[in-house]
């Protein structure tokens, strides 16, 4: 016997990313619903899995008990949001069909008052788990993980960028929507304190992804981690788009919400939806989350906690949906929840989410007072090719008239001497572009302690490393990204044709020479592991 695992919302991203999760275990057998026979049938057929899927039709618009009760799953999974208008129906359904009950929750009243379930739950002696998603699963596992090391907790902020280029769902966007504009309350200096939905405008600079920006969003920790960790004074969670013109137009329309020029953007979520497609050309497909704890450490000083996670290759949306599927995967191997209504909390520590997420291209960094974590962990498998580096290393090609010119220009304007460079020619040189899977000719590489930039990425970056004047040149980062891309390559694809060709670093003056890296221990260990 299998256990049978009914995806409520089974078509649609997010049930999608957790039926695939669960595909490959030859202990589940998937129900995949959904209020679409049809849509439900196809993603039947099309799913690769130990055991063949089921497909059934539920509406759980509709009273969903009857559909639950003779489909006879084991573990409901709701998936189907947007939550914030949901009642506990489905939940109630899966109790009385004798199931364990998860879901996908974002919203705040809903995930912290699942515990009026709890008696019902406890006499069908079943699970019933709210929020099995990013928010509150991961940032109560990442705070718990280096509380610890704190005497007392002060402040913690912490956000999600979404990529661009990645599937968005209605109901995601509908989620967003039903609060942007909208008041709610969160902790600032101890007292409950009233903010707006995608206001109070912050930017925040990743490593790898560059400088994002964010706003105020309700979720379910605002109501649930002032009585998880006493004493703490400001909480606050944000989220952003990766594009700063759609972020900021955004942050326009809560104005027009905030006024009461207009009720809630919520009813405009499909053409709000589709008019966000538009930027997907301009945009990525890396996402990132980030957080940062404060407070004072064991030893009386002040100390802090930076956390950073960067996924790539469209890998975010795996993210929020691991929770459910790391917990349906333990209830079929056995390992059953005990019995009761609760939100995701104590369930999966940090190491356990971040272990699960190892087949995918995310990585995650912490930083602070004697912490530099890293996972994935000793020598777990990860699909990115990123190289770092403390010291920026400017690897260019030493043939190219134009590009050593670029490189003693460099050289003779960093006087300090904080940018190496290394000749694309060399051995070094030929190893990284190897590991990056790049010819030779198809960019400079500038390599330093935030990974691997390239084309006009890299020289912004070069210009904040350079600082003084520079700078200036950042402001033509509100050309998009392909835009500026698209004029590099035809200049590097005609660069030894327009501006000629010559002996190896032939341009450079001996002094200039002498800063060249021939090798790099660090990086050749990164080179061997890759």
């Not at 059934?56 to 914030?84: E, M, N, T, W, Y």
């Not at 390239?454 to 950042?474: E, M, S, V």
């Given at each position: 016997m299998t256990c049978r695992v009914m995806i409520l919302g089974g078509t649609g991203n997010f049930g999608c990313c957790v039926a695939r999760m669960l595909a490959d275990d030859p202990a589940i057998t998937l129900l995949l619903a959904s209020r679409s026979e049809t849509r439900a049938r196809a993603a039947a057929v099309g799913l690769a899995a130990a055991n063949s899927p089921e497909p059934l039709c539920v509406d759980i618009r509709a009273d969903p008990a009857p559909a639950i009760k003779s489909a006879r799953p084991d573990v409901v999974i709701h998936a189907v949001g947007p939550f914030q208008d949901q009642d506990y129906r489905v939940a109630e359904a899966a109790i009385a069909a004798g199931a364990h009950y998860l879901d996908?929750?974002?919203?705040?009243?809903?995930?912290?008052?699942?515990?009026?379930?709890?008696?019902?739950?406890?006499?069908?002696?079943?699970?019933?788990?709210?929020?099995?998603?990013?928010?509150?699963?991961?940032?109560?596992?990442?705070?718990?993980?280096?509380?610890?090391?704190?005497?007392?907790?002060?402040?913690?902020?912490?956000?999600?960028?979404?990529?661009?280029?990645?599937?968005?769902?209605?109901?995601?966007?509908s989620a967003i929507l039903s609060y942007v504009g909208k008041p709610f309350t969160r902790m600032e200096k101890g007292q409950s304190y009233r903010v707006f939905g995608w206001q109070g405008l912050t930017a925040v600079r990743y490593p790898e992804l560059g400088l994002r920006l964010f706003g105020d969003c309700d979720v379910p920790d605002l109501s649930l981690f002032p009585e998880r960790y006493p004493g703490l004074q400001r909480l606050r969670f944000v989220a952003g788009h990766e594009i700063k013109l759609l972020h900021l137009g955004t942050w326009l329309l809560s104005w027009a919400v905030r006024l009461r020029l207009v009720r809630s953007l919520e009813p405009h979520a499909d053409a709000l939806l589709r008019a966000s497609f538009l930027f997907d050309p301009v945009g990525s497909n890396r996402?990132?989350?980030?957080?940062?704890?404060?407070?004072?450490?064991?030893d009386g000083a002040p100390m802090l906690v930076e956390g950073f996670m960067v996924a790539r290759q469209g890998h975010g949306p795996h993210i929020p949906c691991l929770p459910a599927a790391l917990l349906a995967k333990r209830i079929a191997a056995g390992e059953i929840p005990s019995a009761g209504a609760r939100p995701c909390l104590d369930l999966i520590?940090?190491?356990?989410?971040?272990?699960?997420?190892?087949?995918?291209?995310?990585?995650?960094?912490?930083?602070?007072?004697?912490?530099?974590?890293?996972?994935?962990?000793?020598?777990?498998?990860?699909?990115?090719?990123?190289?770092?580096?403390?010291?920026?290393?400017?690897?260019?090609?030493?043939?190219?008239?134009?590009?050593?010119?670029?490189?003693?220009?460099?050289?003779?304007?960093?006087?300090?001497?904080?940018?190496?460079?290394?000749?694309?020619?060399?051995?070094?040189?030929?190893?990284?572009?190897?590991?990056?899977?790049?010819?030779?000719?198809?960019?400079?590489?500038?390599?330093?302690?935030?990974?691997?930039?390239a084309k006009t990425d890299g020289y912004f970056q070069l210009a904040r490393i350079l600082g003084g004047w520079y700078r200036l040149g950042l402001v033509f980062r509100i050309i998009p990204r392909p835009i500026r891309d698209w004029f590099y390559d035809r200049v590097a694809k005609n660069r030894y044709r327009w501006f000629g060709k010559a002996e190896y670093c032939c341009l450079l003056r001996p002094e200039q020479r002498e800063r060249l890296v021939e090798s790099d221990e660090g990086l050749s260990e990164q080179l061997m592991a890759g």
């Amino acid at each position: 016997m299998t256990c049978r695992v009914m995806i409520l919302g089974g078509t649609g991203n997010f049930g999608c990313c957790v039926a695939r999760m669960l595909a490959d275990d030859p202990a589940i057998t998937l129900l995949l619903a959904s209020r679409s026979e049809t849509r439900a049938r196809a993603a039947a057929v099309g799913l690769a899995a130990a055991n063949s899927p089921e497909p059934l039709c539920v509406d759980i618009r509709a009273d969903p008990a009857p559909a639950i009760k003779s489909a006879r799953p084991d573990v409901v999974i709701h998936a189907v949001g947007p939550f914030q208008d949901q009642d506990y129906r489905v939940a109630e359904a899966a109790i009385a069909a004798g199931a364990h009950y998860l879901d996908l929750a974002d919203a705040r009243d809903f995930v912290a008052g699942i515990g009026r379930l709890d008696s019902k739950a406890k006499a069908a002696g079943v699970a019933v788990i709210a929020g099995a998603s990013s928010v509150p699963c991961l940032t109560a596992a990442f705070i718990d993980h280096y509380r610890p090391r704190f005497a007392h907790l002060s402040s913690v902020e912490y956000g999600i960028s979404a990529a661009q280029a990645t599937n968005r769902g209605l109901g995601t966007a509908s989620a967003i929507l039903s609060y942007v504009g909208k008041p709610f309350t969160r902790m600032e200096k101890g007292q409950s304190y009233r903010v707006f939905g995608w206001q109070g405008l912050t930017a925040v600079r990743y490593p790898e992804l560059g400088l994002r920006l964010f706003g105020d969003c309700d979720v379910p920790d605002l109501s649930l981690f002032p009585e998880r960790y006493p004493g703490l004074q400001r909480l606050r969670f944000v989220a952003g788009h990766e594009i700063k013109l759609l972020h900021l137009g955004t942050w326009l329309l809560s104005w027009a919400v905030r006024l009461r020029l207009v009720r809630s953007l919520e009813p405009h979520a499909d053409a709000l939806l589709r008019a966000s497609f538009l930027f997907d050309p301009v945009g990525s497909n890396r996402s990132g989350f980030h957080i940062k704890i404060e407070g004072t450490g064991r030893d009386g000083a002040p100390m802090l906690v930076e956390g950073f996670m960067v996924a790539r290759q469209g890998h975010g949306p795996h993210i929020p949906c691991l929770p459910a599927a790391l917990l349906a995967k333990r209830i079929a191997a056995g390992e059953i929840p005990s019995a009761g209504a609760r939100p995701c909390l104590d369930l999966i520590d940090l190491d356990q989410y971040l272990t699960a997420l190892v087949p995918l291209d995310i990585t995650t960094t912490a930083k602070g007072s004697g912490i530099d974590d890293a996972w994935p962990k000793g020598d777990g498998m990860t699909h990115s090719t990123e190289l770092r580096r403390d010291t920026p290393l400017f690897v260019f090609d030493g043939m190219c008239v134009l590009c050593s010119t670029g490189a003693n220009f460099i050289m003779r304007h960093d006087r300090e001497g904080r940018v190496q460079f290394a000749s694309a020619q060399s051995d070094l040189g030929r190893a990284i572009y190897k590991r990056m899977g790049l010819p030779i000719d198809s960019s400079y590489l500038l390599l330093d302690p935030d990974g691997t930039h390239a084309k006009t990425d890299g020289y912004f970056q070069l210009a904040r490393i350079l600082g003084g004047w520079y700078r200036l040149g950042l402001v033509f980062r509100i050309i998009p990204r392909p835009i500026r891309d698209w004029f590099y390559d035809r200049v590097a694809k005609n660069r030894y044709r327009w501006f000629g060709k010559a002996e190896y670093c032939c341009l450079l003056r001996p002094e200039q020479r002498e800063r060249l890296v021939e090798s790099d221990e660090g990086l050749s260990e990164q080179l061997m592991a890759g």
